[in-house]
C-alpha cells in the first residue's frame, strides 16, 4: 500500500479532538506523522485524500459472539434461563451454519467500525472463522462445565490452538476446577461476571431460576458444590491476581469497586444487552473513578438495536443520550480501553506513529458531540 496523506476537518482519538483541520500521514498501514496539515506539509507524490468531517482510529468491541449474529435481533424474554433455553441453544445447534453466521458477525463488526473483537466463540470453528476475516479478533473458545462435566471442560481447554484464549463461561456453569484450571493454562481469560439476580441466588445458594434451568437441561449435578459468595467475590480469590476480562457485572456491592481496582480485572460493560435484560443503574462511572479498566462490548446481536451492525459506537451513543456520559471518557472506553483489557498494544487504536487497526471517517460530524448524537455512520478509509 502506498504512502498518503490525509486530509481532514477534525481529527480525534481517545484524548478527543486533536487537531481541527488535522492531517494525517500514512506509509500502508502505518502511521508516519499526525498533526495540523502545515505542520506536515504537501509532500511529493503523496496523495491527497480529503475528508469532509472526522477521521478516527478503528473502535474495539471487548465482548461479542460472532457466531451468534445468525438470526438477527430477537425480542426479550420472560427470563434469562428461557433466553438462553429457547434463543441462544438451537443457534449453537446449528452447527453446519456457524461459519456463514461467523463471517455475518465479522461484516457487521466491519459495519460498525469495530476491527478488533474480543469473541466469545462456542467452538474453535468459530474462532477460527473470525480469524481467518479481515477483523484482528482476540478469540475465546468458551467453555462450560461442572460437575460430571469438568473432566471434559479441561481437557477441551488443554487441547485449546496456542493462538485462542479461553472463556470458562461463568460461575453458574463452570467449577471452581475449570476457572482455576483456564487461570493457570497460560491463556487469556473472558467471563460473564455477576450478569443477573438469579446468578446471584444460584451462586450464593445452589437455587432460583438458573437451578431449574441446569435441572431442565437434565444438566444438574449433585456433585456441584456452591461457591456460597458472590460471583466477583468467587472469581477474584481464584484469579488470584491474574489479568483477565469480566463481561457485564451489573451486580456489585459497594466494597466490589475498590477490590476489583487492586485486582487485574478489566470490566467489559455492554450497555445495550443490560438494557435489553432489564439490568439497571450500572456502577461503570464508579468504577472508572475506582481505577478500573472499563471498555465496551456489544454482547451478541440478538440484544441489539441495530440489526445492520454491531458496534461500540452504538453503545458510546446510548451513555452519551442515558447517562450523560463525558464524550473522551467514551472514545477511551471505546479504543484504549479495549485494548489494554484484551492484552493488545492500545497504539492499534490511537492517532500516534505505528500501526494502525484501520481508520475511519464519520461525513459531516465537526465535534464528539455531535459524533454521539447523530446516527452517522463510519465509513472505512484505511482498513489495512
Ligand atoms: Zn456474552
Same mark, same amino acid.
Given at each position: 500500500m502506498p504512502r498518503f496523506l490525509l486530509h481532514s476537518e477534525v481529527i480525534a482519538d481517545y484524548r478527543g479532538i486533536? &487537531?481541527?483541520?488535522g492531517a494525517v500521514l500514512l506509509d500502508g498501514d502505518t502511521i508516519v506523522a499526525v498533526g495540523a496539515p502545515e505542520e506536515i506539509g504537501h509532500l511529493e507524490d503523496v496523495p491527497i485524500t480529503q475528508i469532509n468531517g472526522m477521521t478516527t482510529p478503528s473502535f474495539v468491541? +471487548?465482548?461479542?459472539?460472532?457466531?451468534?449474529? =445468525?438470526? =438477527?435481533t430477537v425480542p426479550c424474554k420472560d427470563s434469562f434461563a428461557n433466553w438462553l433455553i429457547e434463543i441462544v441453544r438451537p443457534i449453537r445447534q446449528e452447527r453446519d451454519s456457524i461459519s456463514k453466521y461467523v463471517q455475518k458477525g465479522v461484516a457487521l463488526s466491519l459495519a460498525g467500525g469495530c476491527r478488533i473483537v474480543g469473541d466469545i466463540a462456542g467452538s474453535q470453528l468459530a474462532a477460527q472463522t473470525a480469524r481467518d476475516s479481515e477483523l484482528l479478533p482476540v478469540s475465546f473458545v468458551e467453555l462450560i462445565g461442572f460437575g460430571k462435566g469438568v473432566e471434559s471442560a479441561i481437557s477441551t481447554l488443554h487441547a485449546i490452538p496456542d493462538q485462542f484464549e479461553a472463556s470458562p463461561h461463568a460461575p453458574y456453569t463452570c467449577s471452581q476446577e475449570v476457572f482455576a484450571a483456564c487461570f493457570d493454562s497460560g491463556k487469556k481469560v473472558a467471563t460473564h461476571v455477576a450478569e443477573s439476580l438469579p446468578e446471584l441466588e444460584f451462586i450464593a445458594h445452589h437455587r432460583g431460576e438458573l437451578y431449574d434451568y441446569l435441572v431442565k437441561l437434565d +444438566?444438574? *449435578?449433585?456433585?456441584m458444590r456452591p461457591w456460597e459468595c458472590h460471583p466477583v467475590d468467587a472469581i477474584l480469590q481464584i484469579a488470584n491476581g491474574k489479568p483477565f476480562l469480566a463481561a457485564h457485572l451489573n451486580y456489585i456491592e459497594d466494597r466490589h469497586l475498590e477490590l476489583i481496582g487492586q485486582s487485574n480485572m478489566s470490566v467489559v460493560y455492554c450497555p445495550r444487552a443490560s438494557a435489553y435484560f432489564g439490568h &439497571?443503574?450500572?456502577r461503570w462511572k464508579e468504577m472508572i473513578d475506582a481505577g478500573i479498566t472499563v471498555a465496551l462490548g456489544t454482547d451478541?446481536?440478538?440484544?441489539? *438495536?441495530?440489526?445492520e451492525r454491531l458496534s461500540v459506537l452504538d453503545e458510546m451513543r446510548l451513555l452519551y443520550a442515558r *447517562? &450523560? &456520559?463525558?464524550p473522551n471518557e467514551l472514545m477511551k472506553m471505546a479504543t484504549v480501553y479495549g485494548t489494554k483489557a484484551l492484552g493488545l498494544d492500545c497504539s492499534l487504536v490511537t492517532l500516534s506513529t505505528g500501526k494502525t487497526a484501520g481508520l475511519l471517517s464519520f461525513e459531516g460530524i465537526a465535534s464528539l458531540d455531535s459524533l454521539l448524537s447523530s446516527e452517522t455512520a463510519p465509513k472505512w478509509i484505511l482498513q489495512p
Open positions: 486533536i &487537531a481541527s483541520p468491541n +471487548a465482548h461479542s459472539h460472532l457466531d451468534l449474529s =445468525g438470526v =438477527g +444438566a444438574w *449435578d449433585e456433585q &439497571a443503574n450500572h451478541s446481536l440478538l440484544c441489539l *438495536d441495530t440489526p *447517562d &450523560a &456520559a463525558n
